[in-house]
T-cell receptor, first 113, second 115 residues
Framework: EAGVTQFPSHSVIEKGQTVTLRCDPISGHDNLYWYRRVMGKEIKFLLHFVKESKQDESGMPNNRFLAERTGGTYSTLKVQPAELEDSGVYFC???????????FGPGTRLTVL | AQSVTQPDIHITVSEGASLELRCNYSYGATPYLFWYVQSPGQGLQLLLKYFSGDTLVQGIKGFEAEFKRSQSSFNLRKPSVHWSDAAEYFCAVGPGYSSASKIIFGSGTRLSIRP
């Protein structure tokens, strides 16, 4: 069974550009989460989807970040326009339900120059 | 407020030596507790978790952790480390009995192994 996959593994963009990160959860997992780790600090929750609906988006830093999950399958996280402080590693995770283990992807390292 | 503290940013131990990584948490209810490991170029992997029951939890790769409610701690231990254990380790809490689903992570402890 394939794990959580994320694309790209690394993205380097300039300030003001747009970047879209993609996450493919484990098949059959209705719950999908985004987290990020900025500047070697703690990993912080961004948002949580249940199928295609946003269950909790309390961690989204501002309106430059837009997450979608079309059809309840894969999810995208768009940053527009990117700022220097957005640099970090963006993790995606999925789980069958909120009381079971979240399986994490390898992350996307975003560098904004 | 819910939080997790890992007081050690970086630890170096000799191969074959014992290891203990510290973790303290602040949580309003009985927490679900986790330890994750991230090896270079890899995603976060769950080492072990505590939901209830026996406070000494066994995990993968020979790791164990002990939940101490009185100390709000969930320290990770291994009796003899291997060079392949070099990685970053994260303690985390949640989701618990509340409707919250997010995991709250500590800032991580980087483990280096001395040959």
């Amino acid at each position: 069974e394939a794990g959580v996959t994320q694309f790209p593994s690394h993205s380097v963009i300039e300030k003001g550009q747009t970047v879209t990160l993609r996450c493919d959860p484990i098949s059959g997992h209705d719950n999908l989460y985004w987290y990020r780790r900025v500047m070697g600090k703690e990993i912080k929750f961004l948002l949580h989807f249940v199928k295609e609906s946003k269950q909790d988006e309390s961690g989204m830093p501002n309106n430059r970040f837009l997450a979608e999950r079309t059809g309840g399958t894969y999810s995208t996280l768009k940053v527009q326009p990117a700022e220097l402080e957005d640099s970090g590693v963006y993790f995606c995770a999925s789980s069958q339900d909120i009381y079971n283990e979240q399986f994490f992807g390898p992350g996307t390292r975003l560098t904004v120059l | 407020a819910q939080s997790v503290t890992q007081p050690d940013i970086h630890i170096t131990v000799s191969e074959g030596a014992s290891l203990e990584l510290r973790c303290n948490y602040s949580y309003g209810a009985t927490p679900y507790l986790f330890w994750y490991v991230q090896s270079p170029g890899q995603g976060l992997q769950l080492l072990l978790k505590y939901f209830s029951g026996d406070t000494l939890v066994q995990g993968i790769k020979g790791f164990e952790a002990e939940f101490k409610r009185s100390q709000s701690s969930f320290n990770l231990r291994k009796p003899s480390v291997h060079w392949s254990d070099a990685a970053e380790y994260f303690c985390a809490v949640g989701p618990g009995y509340s409707s919250a689903s997010k995991i709250i992570f500590g800032s991580g402890t980087r483990l280096s192994i001395r040959p």
